[in-house]
């Protein structure tokens, strides 16, 4: 079964999901980055007990954290940070919220943000795809919340997203399947921090 995070690095380079795959013996050590995240998500689930809903400009809801979500349908799993679970007019909004260690900003005409990365929000349409098959109920939007900054950000689940992460299961069981070798990132500023840069001898 692929993994919510396969659709996540396949919008950054799909050879990220190639060698993963398709490479017998290459094995993606957690980097120190990787792991002191791992360690932040802790204390921010913790903490985020604690937090009021401010973030998600909400005033309630209830909270689950570490959701194990799996669809057979859909040959897809993934565990997610948190779902809220809130009151509304319909009854109840469900809202995925994935957790990020990052400290990145960009800069709008009237202020700082923390960089929604696209493959975040791909990565969370995922989730909230899989969150609708598990619960039989629609989902909307979700958040990216930034632990460093204390800070949330909207995705809005739309169409185009969806689109996305089904023609990226299609093209990670295409690439199993045949084990074409994809071109590299055509943003090759991202090969400067890869790990998988040394496989690559193109670039
Ligand atoms: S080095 Fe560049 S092309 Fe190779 S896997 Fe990493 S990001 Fe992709």
Redesign the pocket.
Known sequence: MFTVTDLKQLAY?A??VYYGYCWPGVHLMPTAKMASGRIANVSAEIMEHRRSLRAYGLRQGEREFDVWLESESLNLCGRLDMLIVAPSAEGVELIPVDYKDSLTHERTARRIIPTLWHNWSVQLAAYAILVEQQRSHPVRRGFIYYIPQKRAREVMIDERLRAEVQDGLRAIESMVATEQYPP??PYRR??AA?E??RL?ND?
């Open positions: 380079c050879r990220l590299p990132t991202r090969c890869c998988y840069r690559c670039i």
